[in-house]
């Protein structure tokens, strides 16, 4: 009895999950690759993930309020190819991302009106503006790649911020932290986070209460577009260039980072730091699956079968209830 007691309230922090398979896998990881010793190599292998990190953010509030948004890597590829083509056409960087910035935004609008206003479901407002987006980066490029972009510009993720016992903490990464610290209170700390967990959990009980339902559904999408074009932009800035297929099919690896972070994905749930865990676990056991040369199909089996790991082990605690009291 004492050892159900323990488990269910460790199980009943969702961060719990995440943090434990984290513990597992870097250990795993460090004993066949000294690499994974070294933090020096760790932070800089860590930039290739940080621009999907930064929309797990955004995607975890989307979440929690019991929404999904599917078209997030579509939107960074739309908004970074509006910034390049503008950019080729004349505009200064400068203006151009701030166009790109524009676009991203906007489709997060599109999005959010059409899930808040015209009540479509989310899932299938996302799969839809997903193609659209795409489509719109395909026609203004085709399978043609813009680069030669501004010296400034060019790999902005080799920007180091400052140092940690030797190892190089680029700009990135310090970005992602901040933004991580700004949505942990905004979430937890803030009524509007409140309202976002009261629509997750049950949105007619929230409207009744007075919480502004298809407003605050309006934000998450505006947020999750301007997010997600930030993640564009850099990812071409890391790339020194953008096509049309940047960031394809990535969808599916934001939605693991989150629901592996402990949100639910019926809503009513969802952790910032457990999606910050998550996001460290996942780029980690990417990183090592890459170095012990393991294919493209095997990794997406390994990441579904820890997916379901991840959903499964917080409902023990349920299950373990439901046991005592028949």
């Known amino acids: 009895m004492q050892l159900n007691s323990v488990l269910r309230s460790r199980m009943a922090h969702r961060e719990f999950v995440p943090l434990a398979l984290l513990v597992v896998v870097l250990f795993v990881s460090m004993l066949f690759s000294a690499n994974f010793r070294d933090l020096s190599y760790l932070l800089r292998t860590s930039n290739r993930y940080m621009e999907l990190s930064l929309t797990a953010l955004t995607m975890t509030l989307i979440i929690t309020a019991g929404m ?7 939107i960074m590829s739309c908004a970074a190819t ?20 524009l676009a ?9 009106l059409l899930v808040a206003y015209a009540r ?30 501004p010296e400034w510009f060019n790999g902005v993720d080799s920007i180091t911020v400052f140092r940690i016992f030797g190892a190089r903490v680029s700009v990135t990464v310090v970005f992602f932290v901040l933004l991580a610290v700004v949505f942990f209170l905004m979430l937890h700390k803030t009524s509007f986070g409140r309202q976002i967990f009261a629509i997750g959990a049950n949105e007619q009980a929230a409207i009744h209460s007075g919480v502004n ?12 577009g301007t997010l ?17 297929s ?21 809503g009513g749930r969802g952790s910032i730091a457990g999606t910050f865990i998550a996001v460290i676990l996942v780029f980690i056991l990417k990183t090592s699956l890459i170095v012990a040369n393991i294919t493209a199909d095997t990794q997406m089996f390994i990441m579904g079968v820890i997916l379901l790991v991840s959903i499964i082990i917080p409902n023990i605690s349920s299950l373990l209830q439901e046991m005592k009291d028949k």
């Open 68 to 74: 999904i948004d599917l078209s997030v890597p579509a």
């Open 82 to 101: 509006i910034t390049a083509v503008l950019f080729h056409g004349g505009l200064g960087m400068g203006q151009a991302v701030f166009c790109g910035l």
């Open 104 to 112: 991203g935004a906007a489709c997060g609008a599109i999005n959010g």
């Open 120 to 149: 479509l479901p989310a899932m299938i407002v996302t799969i839809g503006s997903m193609n659209l987006f795409r489509g719109i980066s395909q026609i203004f490029i085709g399978d043609r790649s813009l680069g030669k972009f």
């Open 213 to 224: 339902t298809r407003s605050i559904k309006l934000i998450l999408f505006i947020m999750s």
């Open 228 to 244: 997600s074009a930030v993640a564009g932009i850099l990812t071409m800035s890391r790339l020194l260039l953008v096509q049309y």
């Open 246 to 266: 940047l960031a394809l099919n990535m969808e599916i690896d934001i939605v693991i980072m989150v629901l592996l972070g402990g949100a639910d994905i019926n």
